[in-house]
T-cell receptor, first 115, second 113 residues
Framework: DTAVSQTPKYLVTQMGNDKSIKCEQN?????MYWYKQDSKKFLKIMFS???????INETVPNRFSPKSPDKAHLNLHINSLELGDSAVYFC??????????????FGPGTRLTVL | QKEVEQNSGPLSVPEGAIASLNCTYS??????FFWYRQYSGKSPELIMF??SNGDKEDGRFTAQLNKASQYVSLLIRDSQPSDSATYLC?????????????WGLGTSLAVNP
C-alpha cells in the first residue's frame, strides 16, 4: 500500500508551459506539504495545508498555486514554467502539524525538468 | 534567518564502525529534531526524532541532543554498506502560529565493505 503517492514521477516540459503535479495520501493525516529539492539537494518547504486550509505559504512565486480539494489530496499547479523551476518536488503528509513531535512522511517525488 | 548546518561530507567509514553525524541549529526556540535518510534518487525517510536533552536509542541508531549547545547528532553503530546515503537533519521551528521544518543540506555517508 502506497502511503503518499505523487503523479507524475517525471515531468519534462518547455519553458512557458503550465503543468500540474498531484499528491494523495491514504494515511488519514490532517496536514500535507509541498517541498522543493534543488540540484544542491536543499529541501525547502513551499506550502502546507491543514484540513484543506493553507497554513504555510513561503516566499514562492505566485506562478505556483496549490490546491487541496480534500485533506487527502494536495495538488500543485505551476504556470509559465521557468528554467529555475527544474527540481524534484516532494509531497509529504503528517498526522497533525501542531504537535512538536509530528512526523512527516514523503512521497516518491516528481522530477521536473524545464527545457 | 533560521538555519540548520551539517557537514556535507562525504563521511567515509569502514563496515562495522560507528558513523557520527552532526548538526547545529540557530533557533534557540527549536522544539524537536529529526533525522531522515535519503538514498540517491529516493525520498527522505524518517530514522528517528528527539526532543529532550540527552540520548535516544533505536536499534543501531542513537540520537543525541544538547539544547544548550544547539547541537544534535546521530550515531550509527555497526555501520553497513546499506547505510550509505545522505542523512538530513531537520529542526522544527515556529512559523507564526504554525510550525515548520528547517532542513540541513545533509551529510553524505559512505560505508566501505
Amino acid at each position: 500500500d502506497t502511503a503518499v503517492s505523487q503523479t507524475p514521477k517525471y515531468l519534462v516540459t518547455q519553458m512557458g508551459n503550465d503543468k500540474s503535479i498531484k499528491c494523495e495520501q491514504n494515511l488519514g493525516h490532517d496536514t500535507m506539504y509541498w517541498y522543493k529539492q534543488d540540484s544542491k539537494k536543499f529541501l525547502k518547504i513551499m506550502f502546507s495545508y491543514n484540513n484543506k486550509e493553507l497554513i504555510i505559504n513561503e516566499t514562492v512565486p505566485n506562478r505556483f498555486s496549490p490546491k487541496s480539494p480534500d485533506k487527502a489530496h494536495l495538488n500543485l499547479h505551476i504556470n509559465s514554467l521557468e528554467l529555475g523551476d527544474s527540481a524534484v518536488y516532494f509531497c509529504a503528509s503528517s498526522l497533525r502539524h501542531g504537535s512538536s513531535t509530528d512526523t512527516q512522511y514523503f512521497g516518491p517525488g516528481t522530477r521536473l525538468t524545464v527545457l | 534567518q533560521k538555519e540548520v548546518e551539517q557537514n556535507s561530507g562525504p563521511l567515509s567509514v569502514p563496515e562495522g564502525a560507528i558513523a557520527s553525524l552532526n548538526c547545529t541549529y540557530s533557533d534557540r526556540g527549536s522544539q524537536s529534531f529529526f533525522w531522515y535518510r535519503q538514498y540517491s534518487g529516493k525520498s527522505p525517510e524518517l530514522i528517528m526524532f528527539i526532543y529532550s536533552n540527552g540520548d535516544k536509542e533505536d536499534g543501531r541508531f542513537t540520537a543525541q541532543l544538547n539544547k544548550a549547545s544547539q547541537y544534535v547528532s546521530l550515531l550509527i553503530r555497526d555501520s553497513q554498506p546499506s547505510d550509505s546515503a545522505t542523512y538530513l537533519c531537520a529542526v522544527r521551528v515556529y512559523a507564526g502560529n504554525n510550525r515548520k521544518l528547517i532542513w540541513g543540506l545533509g551529510t553524505s555517508l559512505a560505508v566501505n565493505p
